[in-house]
């Protein structure tokens, strides 16, 4: 496997790549563009138990120093990873845009699922966006994994067999994706001992709002906040399970409350779903959340996929609206910026960490 150091940004896929290169050698274990989909990055419902064994993540060999904001390559360029030094991990696994011939299209019939293919536009320039709005804003960056296959080939928020359909390279590629979101949290826990995981999607429900994905279902949301805090069921399911537990307020608190993740958002300009102005998906299109906010967080689920259940790294997925987030690069800085001051603000307040080297 060939990784290539270079400075974010880069240039467009394909385009010659020069600069100084190592070469290691590795064993490998594997396992149309829209606005958004309706089936992007997660469910209405959480999923049982998984029925198939998690992809063995391929963790890469360490150059001598991974460089913060430096960007790193898998194989065949399909994944990249760009270096952080901050708590936060953020990953884009369905923005990208490479249609290789030798990997097939994934259909529903080879790959079983729903073997959706749509694209989340502008996901990927999202997350680089956030890292360099976030350093700018601290002199620290954000972790950043994305995959630049077209989801056509691979979706790295699905279980193996949806995911690469059993193609060997898909495959490769899954695990260079899992490995390198390991070497991201192995990082961060080393740093910090704790961090923050962002999966980043896009979707195309009519409201335009984000969607927090706690791995919550609908009904569980629906609730009242006393039934969410009746009993430890829900939290326990939820990707911030070890943040909960540590927490002085209530769980319905941290989904919706006035400090929650939602309600900070909505405070910069951009209405989210859980919030205190907007609690409860009441029958409206709402995504949960996906296979690597189950694994990569700290629920009850991701002992299942390769994860660990009870963990200090916590998080969410977030589905963006088009409109207002991802559409111009504008409005991709102007949520770069809120999310600097939101993550400043609810992981100080509820994690004890700070945002500085």
Not at 18 to 25: A, N, P, Q, V, W
Not at 132 to 147: D, E, K, L, N
Not at 191 to 202: A, I, L, P, R
Request: with cysteine; net charge positive.
């Amino acid at each position: 496997m060939r990784f290539l150091p270079r400075p974010a940004p880069r240039p467009r896929a394909g385009t010659p790549r020069t600069g100084r290169h190592r070469t290691f050698l590795l064993t490998l274990a594997v396992a149309g563009v829209t606005a958004g989909a309706a089936a992007c990055g997660g469910s209405d419902a959480a999923a049982p138990t998984p029925p198939t064994a998690p992809t063995t993540p391929v963790v890469p060999p360490a150059p001598t120093v991974y460089v913060a904001g430096q960007s790193y390559f898998g194989r065949n360029n399909y994944v990249e990873y760009l270096a952080g030094n901050a708590p936060v991990i953020l990953t884009a696994p369905h923005g990208g845009a490479l249609t290789p011939s030798g990997i097939p299209d994934r259909t529903a019939a080879a790959c079983g699922g729903s073997a959706t293919t749509v694209t989340d536009a502008n996901t990927a320039d999202l997350a680089r966006v956030m890292q360099a709005r976030f350093a700018a804003r601290f002199g620290s960056y954000p972790h950043v994994v994305i995959s630049h296959l077209s989801r056509r080939k691979l979706d790295p928020n699905r279980l193996p067999l949806e995911a690469a359909c059993g193609n060997a390279t898909a495959a490769e590629a899954l695990g260079e994706w899992h490995g390198f979101i390991e070497l991201a949290k192995s990082a961060v826990l080393k740093s910090h001992g704790k961090g923050w995981y962002m999966d980043m999607h896009g979707h195309g429900h009519a409201v335009q709002r984000l969607e927090l994905g706690y791995m919550l279902t609908d009904a569980l949301l629906d609730g009242s906040d006393a039934a969410l805090d009746a009993t430890s069921a829900a939290e326990n399911l939820s990707s911030i399970l070890t943040l909960s537990q540590l927490s002085p307020l209530s769980f319905s608190a941290l989904l919706r409350g006035p400090a929650s993740l939602g309600t900070l958002y909505a405070a910069q300009g951009f209405p989210s779903l859980p919030s205190s102005n907007d609690p409860r998906p009441a029958g409206a299109d709402y995504f949960t959340g996906g296979e690597n906010t189950r694994r990569h967080t700290c629920g009850a689920g991701a002992a299942s996929v390769g994860g660990v259940t009870g963990g200090t790294i916590c998080g969410v997925q977030i589905e963006a609206n088009f409109t207002g987030v991802r559409d111009t690069p504008a409005n991709r800085e102007r949520f770069g910026d809120a999310t600097a001051v939101v993550l400043e603000q609810y992981l100080r307040t509820h994690w004890a960490l700070r945002m500085t080297p």
